[in-house]
């Protein structure tokens, strides 16, 4: 449960944002997307309410036809590119991994060819040229052939800058992800999650690069503490003038 007061540390950070006369800027990921659910109903229900353009990270292999009935229309919600299966190519004891150097490149850009072409044909204006490499990782050799299939932009976690220098690749990534996917697999800990926010913001706001703080979320798995913790940080977000939301499809123009 996140009450209201484990709030205070990040209003207080955007609220230093106002006396600095500086702004921050959010965008919102949500991955593993293949058909309608309640949870997506959710997810969406709450982007909406909060006026959150919103990533859905969809898997090509899997995504069915609910899914382009659902989002048809939802004029803040956006279709990426998640790997082409959502499969582990590597080896018992490394980390899981489907773009990696694992298979022939051959084989990994034609999957992600015709991954990247399903998802255009079938979502059509809500289709974003942006890659999510699922579980976040992708080889160097495979990121280096994406501008040539057709990718505009990549997402993954962490720092921008170990992705990029590939020109025609827009390299925006999510930074703050709620779950606690080596322990309990709900919330993490929501005082130390908001403070470490707090601190992501006022970073931000410094960076002459003019990084957007990605939000990273999983809606096929939230629990009731993982929802209310979403609904409290859009909440705390539109209490303030210094913060926007970010549309992915500028994001990664």
């Known amino acids: 449960m996140t009450g209201n007061n484990d709030w205070m540390c990040l209003r207080e950070a955007l609220d230093k944002l106002a006396d600095d006369g500086r702004q921050v800027q959010f965008w919102w990921r ?10 997506l109903d959710r997810l969406i229900d709450v982007a909406n309410r909060f006026d959150a353009p919103l990533l859905l990270a969809a898997i090509p292999q899997f995504v069915d036809d609910t899914l382009v009935e659902r989002v048809s229309g939802e004029s803040r919600v956006r279709i990426g590119v998640h790997g082409f299966a959502h499969i582990n ?19 990994v850009v034609e999957d992600l060819e015709i991954g990247r072409k399903r998802l255009r044909d079938r979502f059509g ?14 080889s160097k050799t495979v990121q280096s052939e994406l501008v040539k299939i057709g990718f505009r932009g990549l997402s993954c976690f962490g720092s921008e800058e170990q992705y990029a220098g590939l020109p025609g ?4 990534n999510t930074h703050i992800d709620p779950i606690d996917w080596h322990g309990s697999r709900s919330l993490c800990d929501p005082r130390n999650l908001i403070e470490t926010m707090a601190k992501l913001v006022i970073e931000s706001s410094h960076n002459s690069e003019g990084r957007v703080c990605g939000l990273l979320t999983h809606h096929l798995i939230h629990d009731v503490p993982l929802w209310q913790f979403i609904e409290g940080f859009c909440e705390t977000l539109e209490a303030s003038p210094n913060a ?10």
């Open 30 to 39: 949500d991955d593993d997307a293949v058909s309608a659910t309640g949870q």
């Open 89 to 107: 190519h590597a080896s018992k004891g490394q980390k899981k991994q489907e773009l990696g150097d694992h298979r022939p490149l051959a084989n």
């Open 125 to 138: 204006e809500a289709f974003v040229d942006v890659l999510v490499p699922p579980w976040n990782r992708i």
């Open 169 to 172: 690749l827009s390299v925006a």
């Open 244 to 253: 926007t939301w970010r549309d992915p499809a500028v994001l990664f123009q």
